[in-house]
């Protein structure tokens, strides 16, 4: 006999399933934020091969002669790989007006997926509006020669004098911190010239607690840092747990003229 009431949840076991379904998601949201910290840093693995086939192709084209990367704070300006701060820019003339974008026209390969950092106006203001560009070019590979420290920072002219550090060794593309990108070169003090316990530029702290780089060997890797890397003035002092950092760093770059 139909007594005509409906059976449902118990209050008591409609608040069983919701515990249920919190610890379910207590237990994958940690899961789902790493695969998404991974996706994000391969994409920007995959954006740094492309810029170095990119960087490959310019010397390919010009007798081995490497892209000039002449874009560089307090310098003169000049024909470069890429112009602008990184910083300004809310549109991405600058990035297009660079001597590599002709080699792959898209913008989006110069900005890593997990940069969440915005444009700044020339007053200072931080807008929303997310930036166009992640990367620079190391110092080594054909830096500014009209900028005050071109006397004493070395750097190779063509692909073919890379050697000390070899190609496999040597730093091409990094994915900068967001507060360094004051112009489109990565530079640090030398044997030859500089502070060797300061910071002019730092990488990125993005891809859980590290960043990425390519190479003249056209590879590209995932570095992870000894401690976070914040930039907090400029330039920035070594600490004694940044040290095994900011050595590795410095070794791939050419050290003497």
């Not at 995959?46 to 007798?63: E, I, M, P, T």
């Not at 056209?218 to 992870?224: C, F, G, L, P, T």
């Not at 930039?231 to 950092?245: C, E, F, G, K, L």
Request: charged share 15%; hydrophobic share 35%; glycine share 6%.
């Amino acid at each position: 006999m139909n007594s005509g009431k409906k059976s449902g949840f118990t209050l008591m076991e409609l608040l069983v399933v919701i515990a249920i379904i919190a610890i379910l998601a207590a237990l994958l949201l940690p899961s789902l934020s790493k695969a998404k910290s991974r996706t994000q840093s391969i994409a920007c693995l995959n954006n740094l091969r492309q810029l170095s086939a990119c960087w490959h192709l310019y010397a390919g084209d010009n007798n081995d002669r490497l892209v000039p990367n002449n874009n560089i704070a307090g310098g003169a300006p000049g024909p470069s790989w890429c112009q602008g701060t990184g910083i300004l820019e809310t549109d991405t003339t600058l990035v297009e007006s660079g001597l590599l974008f002709s080699y792959n026209r898209s913008t989006a390969l110069y900005r890593c997926p997990a940069d969440v950092s915005t444009v700044v106006s020339l007053s200072g203001t931080r807008l929303s509006q997310l930036r166009n560009r992640s990367y620079n070019l190391s110092q080594s590979v054909n830096g500014d020669p009209t900028a005050w420290l071109a006397a004493h920072i070395p750097s190779f002219g063509r692909l073919s004098q890379i050697i000390g550090p070899s190609p496999s060794q040597c730093l091409v593309f990094i994915d900068e911190n967001e507060e360094t990108m004051l112009d489109t070169h990565f530079g640090m003090p030398t044997a030859n010239y500089g502070n060797a316990n300061e910071w002019w530029d730092m990488p990125s702290n993005r891809h859980d607690q590290g960043a990425n780089l390519s190479f003249a060997d056209s590879h590209v890797e995932r570095w992870r840092w000894s401690v976070p890397k914040i930039a907090q003035s400029n330039p920035m002092p070594v600490t004694t747990a940044d040290r095994p950092d900011y050595d590795r760093v410095r070794a791939i770059l050419r050290q003497k003229l």
